[in-house]
């Protein structure tokens, strides 16, 4: 079965970076995008931009531009994002995610909670 | 980018009551309409796609409709595992947008 495993909870100060991955199981991995999704209180959820797993391209949400930076290891079938120049409005939970066709976001991680905080 | 208005943000009703929850674009999307449950701590799920297509394992009392900017999910009997938090997500253009949410709970 399609499994979507994240890394755990992060804390960092302001102006660092983390970097928060999800391990694929249960199919070819370089057959589907990964998509990753940015969920807060206020907000609620927020599309931040995919991966193709296969050549490596990416498509950003223009909000997220210069704060998220999508890659994958085929070789481990794992994908990661990083965050950059964390500031307290990026505190939340992140997801990844991978669809089916029209059934987007058909499979999703656990979520990863990053808290940034001095 | 395409605003997803949903209403009510939030919803009490009774077991068995016939639910509705409402999803409006700001522009036409044609179909492409998803709902999602979220149940406190855990990820979403893919209730419907395609604006009335259920997705595999979620129960019949479940459907949708609508087209171009006006969507519906209704529960036809709520159930108490129905409690959660509703949303519908758009895949007509990018960047892909999700409504603010409606949170079901029972009376």
């Known amino acids: 079965q399609v499994q979507l495993q994240q890394s755990g909870a992060e804390l960092a100060k302001p102006g660092s970076s983390v970097k928060i991955s999800c391990k694929a199981s249960g199919y070819t991995f370089t057959s589907y995008d990964i998509s990753w999704i940015k969920q807060t209180t206020g907000q609620g959820l927020e599309y931040i931009g995919y991966?193709?797993?296969?050549?490596?391209?990416?498509y950003y949400n223009e909000k997220f531009k210069g704060k998220a930076t999508l890659t994958v290891d085929k070789s481990s079938s794992t994908a990661f994002m990083q965050l950059s120049s964390l500031t307290p409005e990026d505190t939340a939970v992140y997801y990844c995610?991978?669809?089916?066709?029209?059934?987007?976001?058909?499979?999703w991680g656990q979520g990863t909670l990053v808290t940034v905080s001095s | 980018d395409i605003q997803m208005t949903q209403s009510p943000s939030f919803l009490s009703a009774s077991v068995g009551d016939r639910v509705t929850i409402n999803c409006k674009a700001s522009q036409n999307i044609n179909r492409y309409l998803n709902w999602y449950q979220q149940k406190l701590g855990e990820a979403p799920k893919l209730l419907i796609y395609n604006a009335n297509s259920l997705q595999t394992g979620i129960p019949s009392r479940f459907s949708g409709s609508g087209s171009g900017t006006d969507f519906t999910l209704t529960i036809s009997s709520l159930q108490p595992e129905d409690v959660a938090t509703y949303f519908c997500l758009q895949h007509n253009s990018w960047p892909r947008t999700f409504g603010g949410g409606t949170k079901l709970e029972l009376k």
């Open positions: 995610a991978r669809g089916l066709g029209a059934r987007w976001f058909a499979y």
């Open positions: 991966i193709n797993t296969g050549s490596g391209g990416t």
